[in-house]
């Protein structure tokens, strides 16, 4: 193949001078002549070949603008320059631009000129491709969202690129040098910089690590970051340069997070249905065993017994079906609730009427066997309350104070004004709640630790404190082991309430 050559000379002298030397074999010669006044560069075209070969002699000043003339004209291509009588400082200052390769006049033979012409071309087409290289690497590097640092194996800083110096808010010029951990100082926590070194020294022995930190940026924000720390080997598998790099975590740790929250809240509800299996296949079982124990001995044994004998196994029935009643109805609204199909439909109503009737309710009942008494020390002015989550509270509560009291306890329900608010207040005399379950009673399917034999779903309590809150309003618990309890519900006389389940 051969090479198209532009040779640079001051005098028809100087070309008779090369054609003395057989190059047609490589490469085919034009003839340019040097411009004496190095602003006259920018009027010559750039040439378009593969080598530009120089000759220049004493007579030609040899100078930083000449040279740098030189340079731009033919910045592309790969130059050799022929010195007559050469220098250290003209063979430095062309090295220092750039040229490949210079060659004394009184040395040269076709030999030593095809060897130089060979050796610049290669070793530009070298360079050439190492820049090509660098720029692609700088490119990526510059470009990356990772915080990235290359280190010597003592861990001084030798580049950094784009990404860390902005979220750091410094110059490069300030870092290269500097042990990493040192530039990271205002960054990292004290025992993180420990760490670091710590890193530093096992990477440059060869050996990775990675872990979680957190990073103050710029703009004094901690940012979860996961920080490695490679090795880079040579061919004797020796640390050469060590990578360390700083990855933003944040989408990584979200996704985790969430399907943390995901996990929680399927173990949540798996725990959920286990509990309200167990307690609903337990609350039913009793009934169920109540209503086919007495129907079987009224069909056996009804016709030989006193008519009071039947009428007792007529209201176990009675009192087991309402005992399922209550609780399906539990079951469906605590369903309803939690799908948000129970519909907040407040009116202005008769507080103290409602109480009197559920209170005649509660007497009315076969076996009632406690004392309820009502207290309203002044008439209250009718309320905007939705009806039938107010039903709810009273029962649940009244309910509640009943079970857990012995019979003939007295049982209070108060009720009175207090500036913007209605105050409601159930005390009983039962078995009391224990103060450190006092925060969980309120949950679903929570039942305290003393409860014994005495049946519930731990329904109740959750549905009063949802229908309280939808009003906007607060249930408080006072309660002392084996004395009784006290809950308080606390309603704002607002009659502009709106749904909040």
């Given at each position: 193949?051969?090479?198209?050559?532009?040779?640079?000379?001051?005098?028809?002298?100087?070309?008779?001078?090369f054609?003395?030397f057989?190059?047609q074999?490589?490469?085919?010669?034009?003839?340019?002549?040097?411009?004496?006044?190095?602003?006259?560069?920018?009027?010559?075209?750039?040439?378009?070949?593969?080598?530009?070969?120089?000759?220049?002699?004493?007579?030609?000043?040899?100078?930083?603008?000449?040279?740098?003339?030189?340079?731009?004209?033919?910045?592309?291509?790969?130059?050799?320059?022929?010195?007559?009588?050469?220098?250290?400082?003209?063979?430095?200052?062309a090295?220092?631009?750039?040229?490949?390769?210079?060659?004394?006049?009184?040395?040269?033979?076709?030999?030593?000129?095809?060897?130089?012409?060979?050796?610049?071309?290669?070793?530009?087409?070298n360079?050439?491709k190492?820049?090509?290289?660098e720029?692609?690497?700088?490119?990526?590097?510059?470009?990356?969202?990772?915080?990235?640092?290359?280190?010597?194996?003592?861990?001084?800083?030798?580049?950094?690129?784009?990404?860390?110096?902005?979220?750091?808010?410094?110059?490069?010029?300030?870092?290269?040098?500097?042990?990493?951990?040192?530039?990271?100082?205002?960054?990292?926590?004290?025992?993180?910089?420990e760490?670091?070194?710590?890193?530093i020294?096992?990477?440059?022995?060869?050996?990775?690590?990675?872990?979680?930190?957190?990073?103050?940026?710029?703009?004094?924000?901690?940012?979860?970051?996961?920080?490695?720390?490679?090795?880079?080997?040579?061919?004797?598998?020796?640390?050469?340069?060590?990578?360390?790099?700083?990855?933003?975590?944040?989408?990584?740790?979200?996704?985790?997070?969430?399907?943390?929250?995901?996990?929680?809240?399927?173990?949540?509800?798996?725990?959920?249905?286990?509990?309200?299996?167990?307690?609903?296949?337990?609350?039913?079982?009793?009934?169920?065993?109540?209503?086919?124990?007495?129907?079987?001995?009224?069909?056996?044994?009804?016709?030989?017994?006193?008519?009071?004998?039947?009428?007792?196994?007529?209201?176990?029935?009675k009192?087991?079906?309402?005992?399922m009643?209550?609780?399906?109805?539990?079951?469906?609204?605590?369903?309803?609730?939690?799908?948000?199909?129970?519909?907040?439909?407040?009116?202005?109503?008769?507080?103290?009427?409602?109480c009197?009737?559920?209170?005649?309710?509660?007497?009315?009942?076969?076996?009632?066997?406690?004392?309820?008494?009502?207290?309203?020390?002044?008439?209250?002015?009718?309320?905007?309350?939705?009806?039938?989550?107010?039903?709810?509270?009273?029962?649940?509560?009244?309910?509640?104070?009943?079970?857990?009291s012995?019979?003939?306890?007295?049982?209070?329900l108060?009720?009175?004004?207090?500036?913007?608010?209605?105050?409601?207040?159930?005390?009983?005399?039962?078995?009391?709640?224990p103060?450190?379950?006092?925060?969980?009673?309120?949950?679903?399917?929570?039942?305290?630790?003393?409860?014994?034999?005495?049946?519930?779903?731990?329904?109740?309590?959750?549905?009063?404190?949802?229908?309280?809150?939808?009003?906007?309003?607060?249930?408080?618990?006072?309660?002392?082991?084996?004395?009784?309890?006290e809950?308080?519900?606390?309603?704002?006389?607002?009659?502009?309430?709106?749904?909040?389940?």
């Amino acid at each position: 193949m051969k090479h198209h050559i532009f040779f640079l000379h001051e005098h028809q002298d100087d070309v008779e001078w090369f054609n003395q030397f057989s190059l047609q074999s490589f490469c085919q010669e034009d003839w340019i002549l040097v411009p004496k006044n190095p602003g006259d560069w920018q009027e010559c075209s750039s040439p378009w070949c593969d080598l530009a070969l120089v000759y220049l002699s004493l007579k030609q000043e040899w100078n930083s603008n000449f040279l740098n003339s030189l340079r731009q004209w033919a910045f592309n291509l790969p130059m050799v320059v022929i010195l007559e009588v050469p220098t250290q400082t003209l063979i430095e200052r062309a090295l220092d631009l750039g040229i490949q390769d210079y060659l004394v006049k009184s040395q040269i033979n076709e030999v030593v000129i095809l060897q130089s012409l060979r050796y610049a071309i290669e070793r530009f087409n070298n360079l050439k491709k190492q820049q090509d290289s660098e720029r692609r690497f700088r490119a990526i590097f510059d470009q990356v969202f990772e915080l990235i640092w290359l280190l010597s194996p003592e861990g001084k800083i030798t580049d950094i690129n784009k990404t860390a110096l902005k979220v750091l808010g410094s110059q490069h010029q300030n870092l290269v040098g500097l042990p990493l951990w040192e530039a990271l100082k205002h960054h990292l926590y004290p025992e993180v910089q420990e760490k670091l070194k710590v890193s530093i020294i096992s990477a440059a022995q060869g050996k990775s690590t990675r872990y979680e930190v957190d990073l103050k940026n710029l703009w004094g924000q901690m940012i979860a970051l996961e920080l490695s720390i490679k090795p880079i080997l040579d061919e004797s598998n020796q640390p050469i340069l060590l990578l360390a790099e700083l990855r933003d975590i944040y989408d990584q740790k979200f996704a985790e997070l969430e399907n943390f929250k995901a996990l929680k809240k399927a173990r949540e509800l798996a725990e959920l249905r286990a509990k309200f299996v167990t307690r609903v296949s337990h609350e039913f079982r009793t009934p169920m065993s109540t209503l086919l124990l007495s129907s079987e001995l009224l069909e056996k044994y009804g016709n030989q017994w006193s008519e009071e004998k039947n009428k007792t196994h007529r209201n176990r029935i009675k009192l087991a079906i309402k005992r399922m009643t209550e609780l399906l109805e539990d079951i469906l609204l605590t369903g309803q609730t939690e799908a948000g199909q129970v519909e907040f439909k407040p009116s202005l109503i008769n507080l103290s009427l409602l109480c009197q009737k559920i209170i005649a309710q509660f007497q009315e009942q076969e076996g009632f066997n406690h004392q309820l008494i009502f207290i309203n020390p002044r008439p209250i002015p009718d309320v905007s309350i939705d009806e039938d989550m107010l039903k709810v509270i009273l029962n649940q509560l009244l309910t509640n104070a009943v079970r857990y009291s012995p019979k003939g306890a007295i049982i209070k329900l108060e009720i009175f004004q207090d500036n913007q608010q209605i105050i409601l207040k159930v005390q009983d005399q039962g078995i009391g709640i224990p103060e450190p379950e006092q925060k969980q009673i309120f949950e679903k399917f929570y039942r305290g630790s003393n409860v014994g034999s005495i049946s519930g779903t731990g329904l109740g309590l959750c549905l009063v404190k949802r229908f309280v809150e939808a009003h906007r309003g607060r249930i408080l618990i006072e309660s002392q082991l084996g004395v009784g309890t006290e809950f308080t519900v606390q309603l704002p006389l607002d009659k502009n309430l709106s749904n909040l389940l």
